[in-house]
């Protein structure tokens, strides 16, 4: 067995240190909410692999699946044999969740590989070039979808050229704005702290309809419509810092789109799979439902399996030729026979309702600390919650300050991220999180948020 001090030179020996990690523990074992450590230490997991085991660490009935289906096929290989018994399963089972007019699949194996795919779809079919994605936005690491990611710089450092034809428009980031009281399924929480006054010369740029505006122009100045084949948005940016857009954002781009017969790709690859409490993150808008062209999911959908996969309407892939889309180990059988427990257990333990109360109890928990410390927002839906942070006298908080809340909590067993390149934490748990684990997720957060401004 190797102890922590095997684990950290094991690390620094023989990992590639441009992943950056949070711990040096070896991960031994895990169940629910959560993992051990092989230096028998157990941690309390409120990062769930970035939004990842949705039905928590080793669900009996996923592992039972994926013994089953290992028993009987692991492999085909989507050029060799079209479907597989769990596959048709599981598209029987995304069409009961998949927004109504997607009707077409497509596996890969992770997020970035369907974003690419998306966006060779979206070439491919509309015969234009251009992608306009979001400030604030996480879409992969591949050549393509890194292209499309904003969250960060450090994310495209040195890597250029990036796949080009790519342009950015302003997100919806108002953290002082009133519009976000107005969400109508009353499932997004914030406070502001009084005192605190707005620090962002962004903030105009981001606030409520603007970025509208600017997208309009934009099909003005940048990408002309007739040039432009998609837009492409996460409905709450993930590693962006869990921003939620206001309800009326998604259904103007969706007219934006359909005015110009471009494409409204939503990657719901962070806040779908019932992660805020509905299927689909981008199901909390104002008005009627707003369907996308291309929607793409991944990590909830297989509870921590590699799968990832693109639902979308019926005639998207007119325009792409024969063997133009494919890979190895797409659609494979074991990742399938994974993703149907995990979408089964989501629903015989009613984990959307799950979602949403114990956000609201996080939620809750998280506005009682407000006063205390200078959390000058929180923000999110169902289990998918932040908290940023500000500074003295309505000031930017001090650079690392979610990274030292991060550290202050795992140094208490719990795991957390931070999100985003302001100063924000994120709770990502498992959709199976109890109460209790979430008033122990509170209690050591306040700990942590003690140690570091106490
Ligand atoms: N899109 C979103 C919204 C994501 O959050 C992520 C991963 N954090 C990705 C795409 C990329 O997924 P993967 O890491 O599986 O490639």
């Avoid at 028998?40 to 013994?67: E, R, W, Y």
């Avoid at 015969?127 to 710089?153: D, P, V, W």
């Avoid at 993150?281 to 996308?292: C, D, K, L, N």
């Avoid at 989501?346 to 928990?365: F, P, S």
């Amino acid at each position: 067995k190797s102890g922590a001090a095997d684990a950290a030179s094991l690390i620094r020996r023989h990992l590639s240190p441009a992943v950056a990690s949070n711990s040096n523990f070896i991960a031994e074992r895990a169940s629910g909410s959560y993992i051990y450590s092989t230096d028998g230490q157990k941690h309390l997991d409120m990062a769930a692999g970035i939004g990842v085991v949705s039905t928590g660490h080793c669900h009996p009935k996923v592992v039972k699946a994926i013994q089953d289906q290992a028993a009987s096929l692991i492999h085909t290989q989507q050029n060799i044999f079209a479907a597989s018994t769990p596959m048709v399963g599981l598209i029987d089972r995304l069409l009961t969740i998949a927004p109504p007019s997607l009707t077409r699949f497509f596996f890969a194996n992770s997020g970035s590989e369907a974003v690419d795919n998306a966006i060779k779809i979206a070439r491919g079919h509309t015969k234009r070039q251009n992608i306009i994605c979001f400030e604030n936005s996480f879409h992969g690491r591949t050549y393509g979808s890194m292209a499309l990611t904003t969250s960060k710089t450090y994310y495209r450092q040195g890597f250029a050229p990036l796949m080009p034809q790519v342009v950015v428009a302003p997100y919806p980031y108002c953290l002082h704005c009133k519009v976000r009281e107005a969400h109508p399924d009353g499932d997004s929480w914030y406070k502001i702290q009084p005192n605190v006054k707005p620090y962002d010369p962004y903030e105009a740029r981001g606030c409520c309809n603007a970025p509208i505006d600017a997208l309009k122009w934009i099909l003005k100045q940048q990408s002309a419509p007739v040039d432009t084949a998609a837009i492409i948005i996460e409905p709450i940016m993930g590693e962006g810092g869990f921003l939620t857009p206001p309800p009326s954002f998604i259904p103007a781009l969706r007219k934006i789109c359909d005015e110009h017969g471009i494409l409204l790709i939503i990657d719901e690859v962070q806040a779908g799979v019932g992660r805020t409490g509905k299927w689909w993150g981008h199901q909390h808008v104002s008005g009627e439902a707003v369907e996308p062209d291309i929607m793409i999911f991944a990590k909830g959908i297989a509870s921590g399996f590699p799968f990832a996969g693109l639902a979308v309407r019926e005639n998207m892939f007119e325009g792409l030729a024969s063997g133009t889309m494919g890979g190895t180990y797409g659609a494979a059988p074991l990742a399938c026979a994974t993703a149907c427990a995990t979408l089964d257990v989501i629903k015989e333990e009613k984990l959307l309702d799950n979602a949403t109360a114990r956000g609201r109890q996080l939620v809750k928990g998280l506005l009682d600390l407000t006063g205390k410390y200078p959390i000058i927002d929180i923000r999110g839906r169902g289990l998918m919650c932040a908290a940023e942070f500000g500074g003295k006298d309505g000031m930017s908080a001090e650079p690392g300050v979610a990274a030292a809340v991060t550290k202050a909590a795992g140094k208490r067993n719990m795991l957390l991220l931070t999100a985003g390149a302001r100063e924000t934490v994120r709770f990502l748990p498992p959709l199976t999180v109890s109460s209790s684990e979430i008033d122990e997720a509170l209690h050591i957060f306040g700990e942590s948020l003690e140690e570091v401004f106490g």
